[in-house]
């Protein structure tokens, strides 16, 4: 970390929100000509992919990968590449918005009013996205803005309130009432399993991610869950099947190898006890109904 001392810009929230929408969203690829900038809006920014350094306030930061920055109104900031080459580039996703209009809507939920606290930050925070929940937000932050699905702006809120709720709980996690709740070491063992279902993973590995014993983790997991350690995996995988049976033209053998089943009858089977349905009668029904739905609504500004 060393002090710096440069130019700093001034960013105006009415050039990136709608009336009826303060939330902005994107996914920007860093480079040596863009301004550092202070703003008066709140950003929260996450790196998606690359290195580089973030000069914040009076430091600069190297960043990678799964760095997440709450930067609060009036702190400068910018995001420099490690490099110039085009292969190795700092994405970064960002979403801002105007803090007025975000408080109420706080205030209508239940509880809500508690994550004004992540809102009225002084400073600026620094967060790792340890078991990937940071990444799966952001991706559908900006999902939801650009896509502006019927329905786009409800969904964009909600979503925002899910990134506040999660930067809360991440923040005051260290509690001695949070640790008591969640052991960090289960959501290690979550996180393998949603990242890894390609692969085997037994109970037993995962308990000595958890650092129990396997009676013990067994026990702690289905209460966490309300499931089976061996249902909850395979909960995953065919959750992932049914992804990937929408989303591309791939064979049932190769999705079914894809989520860790190399038997393809035994693949069938589960598919059709998780959903009623056959791989196959699943894309086929439910791609049709997808279709019968107008996702893409052009003619919303």
């Known amino acids: 970390m060393m002090a710096i001392q440069r130019t700093i810009d ?11 929408v303060p939330i902005f969203v994107n996914r920007a690829i860093e480079a040596f000509d863009k301004i550092e900038h202070r703003h008066d809006f709140l950003e929260i920014s996450y790196v998606g992919e690359g290195s580089g350094t973030h000069y914040i306030g009076d430091l ?3 960043v990678h990968q799964g760095d997440v920055f709450l930067i609060p109104v009036g702190v400068s900031h910018i995001f420099r590449p490690a490099t110039t080459s085009s292969s190795r580039p700092l994405v970064v996703y960002n979403c801002v918005m105007a803090l007025e209009p975000i408080r109420p809507l706080l ?8 994550l004004a606290t992540v809102l009225d930050e002084a400073d600026w925070r620094h967060y790792r996205d340890a078991f ?9 932050l900006y999902d939801v803005y650009t896509t502006k699905r019927s329905g786009w702006s409800t969904e964009l809120h909600l979503a925002v309130l899910e990134l506040l709720l999660y930067l809360h709980r991440y923040r005051d996690e260290a509690s001695d009432t949070v640790q008591k709740a969640v052991s960090p070491d289960m959501e290690m063992a979550l996180h393998i399993i949603h990242n890894r279902f390609h692969s085997p993973i037994t109970l037993k590995e995962a308990a000595e991610l958890s650092a129990l014993g396997e009676r013990q983790f067994y026990r702690k997991f289905k209460s966490r869950t309300g499931m089976s350690f061996i249902d909850y995996v395979q909960s995953v995988r065919i959750e992932e099947a049914c992804r990937l049976l929408l989303t591309s033209d791939r064979k049932v053998a190769d999705i079914a190898s894809s989520v860790g089943y190399q038997d393809i009858t035994f693949f069938n089977r589960l598919f059709r006890k998780k959903t009623g349905l056959s791989p196959r009668e699943y894309r086929k029904e439910t791609g049709q109904a997808h279709e019968r739905i107008p996702w893409q609504i052009n003619d919303i500004p």
């Open 10 to 20: 001034m960013s105006k929230g009415d050039k990136y929100f709608r009336t009826d």
């Open 60 to 62: 600069a930061l190297q």
């Open 107 to 114: 205030q209508s939920f239940p509880g809500g009013g508690a």
């Open 132 to 140: 990937g929940e940071f990444r799966r937000l952001f991706l559908k």
